[in-house]
T-cell receptor, first 115, second 114 residues
Framework: ETGVTQTPRHLVMGMTNKKSLKCEQH?????MYWYKQSAKKPLELMFV???????ENNSVPSRFSPECPNSSHLFLHLHTLQPEDSALYLC??????????????FGPGTRLTVL | GESVGLHLPTLSVQEGDNSIINCAYS??????FIWYKQESGKGPQFIID?????DKRQGQRVTVLLNKTVKHLSLQIAATQPGDSAVYFC?????????????FGDGTTLTVKP
């Protein structure tokens, strides 16, 4: 275990549904990340939170809405998704998201299927 | 076995052989590099890292080599075992900026044949 948990592990939703992905880290880190991992593509950074403040939004469509209530929890709220949004969504944390050589620790991911 | 050239998406090796996985990066300002291993059904897991002031770093059965001149990174796995079968990613980071975000490579799928 990496100290980063994600729920649910699998999610199937229709295009009109609203759902949320949850991530929790038990490492005392200050930075948390959302990544999208699609087949045969590199990891795509979506959002970065550092000390609960969003520091990066990598041109992500507004149908994905992140929330970071504290340094240990990160949510990704989903609504009116498209089938092409089906992917593995990975959460990661690190000591901080500044200019440091720190390692990111990943959760197991949520496998999302949009019908 | 070795993934030759800039990047090959798959590498198949015999158990006990050495594996070499290659990665090319594009940002000459990158000064911190990480290799991750992702097993099926799991998130990426840190293996080893190297800073740009080094050209070689060794871990347990793994060695990372950095060639800044040609912007090339490699991961060597000694005596490859079935448990090494996974997707391996390299990541690069520029630590002298406030963003400090990592950029990930495409990944190489390593298959170890018993």
């Amino acid at each position: 275990e990496t100290g980063v948990t994600q729920t649910p592990r699998h999610l199937v939703m229709g295009m009109t549904n609203k759902k949320s992905l949850k991530c929790e880290q038990h490492l005392g880190h200050n930075a948390m990340y959302w990544y999208k991992q699609s087949a045969k593509k590199p990891l795509e950074l979506m959002f970065v939170y550092n000390f609960k403040e969003q520091t990066e939004n990598n041109s992500v469509p507004s149908r994905f809405s992140p929330e970071c209530p504290n340094s240990s929890h990160l949510f990704l709220h989903l609504h009116t998704l498209q089938p092409e949004d089906s992917a593995l969504y990975l959460c990661a944390s690190s000591q901080d998201a500044g200019g440091n050589a720190d390692t990111q620790y990943f959760g197991p991911g949520t496998r999302l299927t949009v019908l | 076995g070795e993934s030759v050239g800039l990047h090959l998406p798959t590498l198949s090796v015999q158990e006990g052989d050495n594996s070499i996985i290659n990665c090319a990066y594009s940002n000459s300002a990158s000064d911190y590099f990480i290799w991750y291993k992702q097993e099926s059904g799991k998130g990426p897991q840190f293996i080893i890292d190297i800073r740009s002031n080094m050209d070689k770093r060794q871990g347990q059965r793994v060695t990372v080599l950095l060639n800044k001149t040609v912007k090339h990174l490699s991961l060597q796995i000694a005596a490859t075992q079935p448990g090494d079968s996974a997707v391996y990613f390299c990541a690069e980071k520029t630590t002298n900026t406030n963003a400090g975000k990592s950029t990930f490579g495409d990944g190489t799928t390593l298959t170890v044949k018993p």
